[in-house]
C-alpha cells in the first residue's frame, strides 16, 4: 500500500524509539474503510484523534503504550487523513462514528478493547461508550466535555472561543465556501493558538494538507454534532444512560475561565470517574505525553 506523507513521518517517529508501525486500510461500513495504524501487542486500545489532526497525534503515546505490552490501534476518524470521507451529515454522527470502532476492532480480533480519544476522538469515544459497553473496558477523554454539555456551557462573550462551532454548524454551502477561501489561515489558526507551540512545523504542515483534503467532511462532523449528537445526548440523558466503565479525563481549566464545574458536568455522565485539571494545552498528546500515557496506564489498570 502506498503510504502518505503523514504515515512516513509517523514511521519514522516511531523507528526512532525502535518502534515499527504497520500499515493497513480496514473496511468499517459499506464502501466506508479506515487507515489504520497499528503497534505492539497485547491488549488492545485505540486511539482516537482529534480536529484539525489525523493519527500522527499519537506518535510520541502509542511507542509508550507498545512498550508496556499493549496493541496500540491508531486510526483516521472517517472524513480525516486517509480514510474515506462519505457524503452528508448522517454520516458523521457520532452514533455512526462509534460502530465504526467496534467494526475496526472486531476486524483486527477484538470483541474488547480500551479506548481513548482527544477533542473529536473523544465525542467518537464517548458516544461509544455508551452505545457498546459491551465491547469498550475502559475509556479516556482528552480535553472535552460530551457533546450537550459542550453546548450548554458555550453562553454569552464566552462562547465565542467556540466560533468554530457554530461556523461549521451553518447550513451549506456557507461554511464550505468561507474555510475553502483560506483553509490554511482557518485551520492553523487552531493548530497555533491551541498548541502552544507544541506542533512542529513539518507535522503541522501534515494537518493542513490533510484538513485542505477534508473540508466538506470535517464540516459535517461539527455539523453532525449541532443537530443528530444532541439529540442522542438528550435522549441518553432523560433515559439515565452512563458510562459504565472506568472514565479518566484529562482537562484543561474550562470550568474557571467559563464558568461551570467540569468535574460535575462529567460525574453526570460516568460512574467511574477520576477527572485531572492538567496544565498541559489541549494538544497534550504532543505537549506532554508522559502526563498522556501515566494517565492512561493507570487507567488501564482500574
Not at 87 to 111: F, I
Not at 194 to 211: C, M, Q, T
Request: glycine letters at 8%; aromatic letters at 8%.
Amino acid at each position: 500500500m502506498r503510504l502518505s506523507a503523514a504515515d512516513r513521518l509517523l514511521i519514522r517517529a516511531a523507528q526512532a524509539q525502535g518502534m515499527d508501525f504497520s500499515y493497513r486500510r480496514v473496511e468499517v461500513a459499506p464502501s466506508v474503510t479506515l487507515n489504520v495504524a497499528t503497534l505492539g501487542s497485547g491488549r488492545p486500545i485505540v486511539l482516537l484523534h482529534g480536529f484539525p489532526q489525523t493519527h500522527l497525534m499519537w506518535r510520541h503515546v502509542a511507542p509508550r503504550l507498545a512498550d508496556a505490552g499493549y496493541q496500540v490501534i491508531c486510526p483516521d476518524l472517517r472524513g480525516y487523513g486517509d480514510s474515506d470521507k462519505p457524503d452528508g451529515t448522517a454520516a458523521y454522527a457520532k452514533r455512526v462514528m462509534a460502530a465504526d470502532v467496534v467494526a475496526l476492532a472486531q476486524a483486527l480480533g477484538h470483541e474488547r478493547f480500551a479506548l481513548a480519544g482527544h477533542d473529536r476522538g473523544a465525542l467518537v469515544a464517548i458516544r461509544a461508550g455508551l452505545d457498546h459497553p459491551e465491547h469498550v473496558t475502559h475509556l479516556a477523554s482528552l480535553d472535552v466535555l460530551p457533546t450537550l454539555d459542550s453546548w450548554e456551557v458555550l453562553q454569552g462573550t464566552g462562547g465565542v472561543i467556540g466560533f468554530h462551532l457554530y461556523l461549521m454548524a451553518a447550513p451549506a454551502p456557507v461554511p464550505e465556501r468561507l474555510i475553502a477561501g483560506a483553509p490554511d489561515v482557518f485551520f492553523g489558526h487552531f493548530l497555533d493558538t491551541w498548541g502552544n507551540g507544541s506542533i512542529p512545523a513539518d507535522f503541522r504542515e501534515v494537518y493542513l494538507r490533510a484538513s485542505r483534503n477534508a473540508i466538506p467532511s470535517i464540516i459535517s462532523d461539527y455539523r453532525a454534532t449541532a443537530t443528530i449528537d444532541v439529540d442522542d445526548d438528550r435522549a441518553d440523558r432523560a433515559a439515565g444512560r452512563r458510562l459504565q466503565m472506568p472514565v479518566t479525563v484529562l482537562q484543561q481549566d474550562w470550568g474557571a475561565a467559563l464558568g461551570f464545574d467540569a468535574k460535575a458536568r462529567w460525574s453526570a455522565w460516568a460512574t467511574d470517574l477520576t477527572h485531572q485539571t492538567v496544565t498541559a494545552g489541549h494538544f497534550m498528546a504532543e505537549e506532554d505525553p508522559e502526563l498522556v500515557v501515566r494517565h492512561l496506564l493507570a487507567l488501564l489498570d482500574r
